[in-house]
């Protein structure tokens, strides 16, 4: 088997999930979608958090050209994609009770404002207390996981909980327990996650879902546009500017 057709294999995998997750989860991706509409349109502040390699799906809609302005980073120190040594750290601090509940009572995150919460397994005791925690303090909460863990691990939780059962929207990857997409013969275990491609795809979908909901309502919505395009930079200090009471990373 070559390299070119293991690559092609990815990408049929990838693809496929893709259009499983666009066919499944249109519905839920509207309602989460609308949430986020509703919440910029009141007035409220969007988070996103994610713990590990689930971080880069929520980095991928801060500050970003296409992106809504008002789309923050809830970051976690140590957790913030694999930013310290040793990695293994990062694992064990999502294990850690508590923090979550810490996190966001240091944070700006407040009643009314939405947190979307990406857990891939949704099982650790970081993800399952975001969201039960942010509920209790009076946000929405939209959680992107993939339901099979719920159905196939035990949750890493007190509770016995997952993150899926303390969300007002649930958005499932529907990435298969173990996320590795391709065996071969020669290599003993299973590779090439999709992870990342589908829940960054899923974030994207959500945001393109509020922008033409806050459109239809005659609402302009709040998007940055690329600081590589003749104007660019223009328009977002006009745009950080009108929403600067909503925006956290410029401080």
Not at 9 to 21: C, K, N, P, T, W
Not at 43 to 66: E, I, K, M
Not at 201 to 209: C, F
Request: hydrophobic share 45%; glycine share 10%.
């Amino acid at each position: 088997m070559g390299d070119n057709e293991l690559a092609a294999d990815f990408f049929d995998a990838a693809i496929g999930l893709l259009q499983q997750v666009r066919d499944a989860e249109a519905a839920n991706i509207r309602a989460a979608g609308e949430l986020v509409a509703d919440t910029v349109e009141r007035g409220g502040r969007l988070f996103a958090f994610g713990a590990g390699h689930s971080a880069l799906p929520a980095q991928d809609v801060v500050y970003r050209a296409g992106g809504l302005a008002v789309m923050n980073l809830l970051p976690v120190p140590g957790l913030v994609g694999v930013d310290v040594r040793p990695a293994t750290l990062g694992s064990a601090l999502e294990r850690v009770n508590g923090l979550a509940g810490t996190v966001l009572d240091s944070s700006p995150a407040r009643s009314g404002d939405v947190l979307i919460v990406i857990s891939l397994s949704g099982r650790n005791a970081l993800p399952v207390e975001m969201g039960l925690n942010a509920q209790s303090l009076g946000l929405k909460v939209i959680g992107v996981t993939s339901v099979a863990y719920a159905h196939s691990t035990t949750s890493r939780h007190s509770t016995g909980t997952f993150l899926k059962d303390h969300c007002d929207v649930v958005l499932d990857s529907h990435i298969p327990v173990g996320d590795a997409e391709l065996t071969a013969p020669g290599i003993p275990a299973p590779f090439a996650p999709a992870s990342t491609v589908v829940t960054s795809a899923l974030m994207q979908a959500v945001v393109a879902t509020a922008a033409g909901e806050l459109s239809a309502r005659g609402i302009t919505p709040p998007l940055l546009r690329s600081g590589n395009v003749d104007g660019g930079h223009d328009w977002n200090d006009r745009i950080m500017t009108e929403y600067a009471d909503r925006i956290f990373y410029r401080h």
